[in-house]
């Protein structure tokens, strides 16, 4: 009979699925430890505690990758760190990984030699989550995600119930009976995925609705919790099945809502995951198709009709992870009368603190609200009304900052912010 | 109706939206014995899939979904 490894030896051999020359090399072996990461992190700006800096934080995986494959540490333990992993280091990789970091990727814009931390930290969250150190309720959201789909008859009517009432509500706002909350369309241009809730259902809606769309929802949400717990077969499943609802609906894109990771996840990880697959659609967030709306005059808007002072948070997996600073800057531009940078902003911006699946895990408030304190004081300083952020993740902190910390803001999503200032072509609204 | 199912726990999760439904009937499930009942009520329409969804998944059971105008009432029963 086999015998039961212990957790360090499963632990060990995670490690080692996962050892990749990228991981030795941009994430380990880079590092002169020059320490220029460490005032970069926005858990240390708000702590001055050096041990959660990038740089300590890295260095706990660090030393275990160093034991097994730097050959160094055979002559010169000393000078390598090297240190065999124990079960002890676990629990500290979880707070490393988990509880201190959210992922936010401002450590690797700013070092000189690009060591990418995150991926270090990463790598970590994968092989806890392997041996079950990984925060209970963020498996708990993976899976729940995967239960839907396999549960999708029971689902079903209650998701279509709630539809039906919100298109209830579309009509009534928008003065058109007619109007439509399309699920299941075959041969819809979009298809749109939302997260649970109405929150990110209505305001797309509408814009969809001036726009004269051809798009649909389909019985699946956007959020990927599998992604933060750097679980590739709970990842890879959830996505799966909006690539699948995609194909089956002959869509031409698969638009996202304005979710960070579910965005990043969808545009960046799926095309490798599924390589072997036809992609017959793109990818984009919903940012990208009213700034395109905008731009190409298929919504008219009026910043009058936003009268008040905003300014706007770079989610990190929007911004500093895909790119997307310019699209949010033009809907602005175009939507709000009075529209105030942060500093510093773009790929500079401060993680809000509650990235990484950190707003899920209510044990961890205190340090997410303490590390929210550098994005707090961001928003303050410019005087604004209102934050906009194109995220769920980031409002939900920023939601609880702006009570933590007194701001007296206001926290709104880019569509809201955009369906307030659409001037109807038929006069209605 | 509702004073058929006799609850352990009540739990207001107004004004909550997704994942801080699921997120804290996660925490209030411990709070109640094995074969407990948590009664509760929400206002995103997310969680008519997301409870149920939660609850298969991790083994517990969504006993009854009531809808009262915008407030949905829910049941689920800790079974381990």
Redesign the interface.
């Known amino acids: 009979m086999e015998e039961q490894k212990t957790l360090v030896e499963q632990a060990k051999e995670e490690l080692e699925k996962r050892f990749s020359r990228t991981l030795a090399v941009a994430a380990s072996n880079l590092c002169v430890h020059c320490g220029l990461c460490v005032d970069q992190c926005h858990y240390f700006v708000a702590t001055r505690d050096p041990h959660i800096s990038p740089v300590a934080k890295a260095e706990q995986v660090r030393r275990v990758v160093k034991a097994e494959h730097d050959w160094l540490r055979r002559i010169f333990p000393w000078w390598t760190g090297a240190k065999e992993l124990t079960e002890e280091d676990l629990d500290k990789w979880v707070e490393a990984a988990f509880r201190n970091c959210s992922m936010c990727q401002r450590c690797v814009v700013n070092c000189p030699l690009g060591v990418d931390t995150p991926l270090v930290l990463a790598t970590a969250r994968g092989v806890l989550t392997a041996v079950g150190k990984a925060p209970?309720?963020l498996v708990?959201?993976a899976?729940?995600?995967?239960?839907?789909e396999?549960?999708l008859e029971?689902?079903k009517d209650?998701?279509l119930?709630?539809i039906k009432?919100?298109e209830a509500e579309l009509q009534k706002k928008v003065g058109d009976p007619e109007a439509r909350i399309p699920v299941d369309v075959e041969g819809a241009r979009f298809l749109y995925v939302p997260?649970?809730?109405?929150?990110t259902i209505m305001p797309a809606a509408e814009i969809f609705y001036h726009a004269g769309e051809s798009w649909t929802l389909s019985m699946f949400?956007a959020?990927n919790?599998g992604i933060f717990l750097n679980d590739p077969v709970r990842s890879k499943r959830i996505t799966e099945r909006i690539i699948r609802e995609a194909e089956r609906l002959k869509v031409q894109e698969i638009i996202i809502t304005e979710c960070g990771h579910a965005y990043a996840v969808s545009r960046w990880e799926a095309p490798k995951w599924f390589k072997d697959q036809p992609w017959n659609f793109r990818v984009r967030s919903i940012l990208e198709v009213m700034d395109e709306y905008i731009q190409t005059g298929r919504i008219q808007v009026d910043p009058a009709r936003n009268p008040f002072s905003v300014t706007y948070h770079d989610s990190c997996n929007l911004g500093r992870n895909s790119g997307l600073f310019d699209e949010p800057r033009r809907i602005l531009a175009a939507c709000v009368e009075d529209f105030r940078e942060m500093t510093p902003n773009r790929e500079r911006n401060y993680c809000c603190g509650g990235g990484g699946g950190l707003?899920?895990?209510?044990e961890w408030q205190d340090i997410r609200l303490e590390a929210g304190k550098p994005k707090a004081d961001q928003i303050r300083a410019t005087g604004a009304e209102a934050v906009v952020a194109s995220c769920?993740n980031c409002r939900?902190q920023l939601g609880e900052i702006n009570e933590h910390y007194g701001l007296n803001v206001r926290v709104m999503g880019m569509a809201e912010l955009v369906a307030n200032a659409i001037v109807p072509k038929n006069g209605k609204k | 109706m509702s004073e058929t199912i006799k609850a352990d726990l009540e739990l207001n999760l107004q004004g909550l939206m997704c994942p801080l439904p699921v997120v804290k009937i996660s925490q209030a499930i411990k709070n109640v014995p094995v074969g407990g009942i948590i009664e509760a009520t929400a206002t995103d329409p997310g969680v008519m899939a997301d409870i149920p969804a939660w609850a298969k998944s991790t083994g517990n059971e969504m006993l009854k979904v009531e809808k009262e105008g915008k407030v949905i009432r829910f049941w689920v029963k800790r079974l381990k």
């Open positions: 209970e309720i708990q959201l899976d729940a995600a995967i239960a839907r396999e549960n029971f689902f209650f998701y119930e709630q009432e919100l997260l649970s809730g109405a929150h949400e959020a919790y707003v899920a895990i209510p769920d939900h």
